[in-house]
């Protein structure tokens, strides 16, 4: 019997415009290296801004495609078919969700660090010119024994923190893998089986994500439109 199609449909479309959205990401990634490539063989400095202003389209585009389809189609999907995709949308919210936010943190952590070496910096001088200064306070050393021990704990949280966003990432994109089996098992559309495969091998050649992400936006509007055709018959277990 049919069972909640709307789901099934809304979930297919935001699919579809999160491929389109990294899509357009990944030819602007390209448009990047060019401009930075340009940029640096013929010392042409204008082009090094229009990289960065490229570069952070590009970033924007992602996250939008990230946040507000690519985990909310999962969702979608999980409420038209629990059993099929209610794995894959734990793990992609779960897995982006959680490593965008542990990013977040190294990323502070990043800023932190850099306060803390222009405070190291700012000692140096009275370090290195000791043997001048025969009075110098203890204070100084200690606060650059402070810094330094301030600043490699962080770094070995860093280091922690940036394997542990790796990891959730990873677990992210496995659930996209499943997603895209479970798609071609429900809709019986074989681009996204096609997709799955190449998000795999993308794991070792991420050049192949790029075409992953084609694939996935054809095969999401193929399904819509055998669908809303009625041309095959969808199940819910």
């Known amino acids: 019997m ?7 449909v809304s ?8 491929a389109m959205l990294y899509i357009i990401s990944y030819v602007l990634v390209l448009g990047f290296y060019l401009c930075l490539f340009y940029a640096l063989a013929f010392a042409f400095t204008g082009l090094l801004v229009i990289a960065l ?5 590009s970033v924007i585009l992602g996250l939008v495609a990230l946040f507000a389809f690519l985990i909310p189609s999962f969702q979608d999907l999980r409420d038209y078919d629990p059993s099929n995709f209610g794995t894959s949308c734990t793990l992609v919210k779960i897995g982006f969700i959680g490593g965008f936010i542990v990013l977040i943190i190294s990323i502070a952590l990043v800023f932190y660090m850099i306060s803390i070496g222009i405070s190291i910096y700012s000692l140096m001088h009275h370090v290195i010119y000791i043997h001048q200064n025969l009075t110098m306070r203890m204070s100084s050393f ?7 021990g301030s600043l490699m704990m962080i770094v070995g ?3 922690i923190l940036i394997l542990a966003s790796l990891i959730l990432l990873f677990i992210g994109y496995i659930g996209i893998i499943i997603g895209m089996f479970k798609l ?15 998000f795999i091998i993308s794991l070792f050649i991420p050049l192949l994500d790029f075409i992953a992400w084609i694939l996935t936006f054809v ?13 095959f018959a969808i199940y819910v277990r």
Not at 142 to 148: N, V
Request: charged content about 25%.
């Open 2 to 8: 049919y069972s909640n199609i709307e789901y099934l």
């Open 11 to 18: 979930g297919l479309r935001k699919l579809r415009e999160a």
């Open 53 to 57: 202003i490229v570069l952070i389209t």
């Open 142 to 148: 200690e606060m650059y024994s402070t810094y330094m």
């Open 157 to 159: 949280a860093l280091e």
């Open 184 to 198: 071609k098992d429900v809709t019986g559309e074989d681009l996204f089986m096609v997709a799955g495969i190449l």
């Open 219 to 231: 095969g999401a509007g193929n399904a819509i439109k055998r669908v809303k055709e009625g041309s």
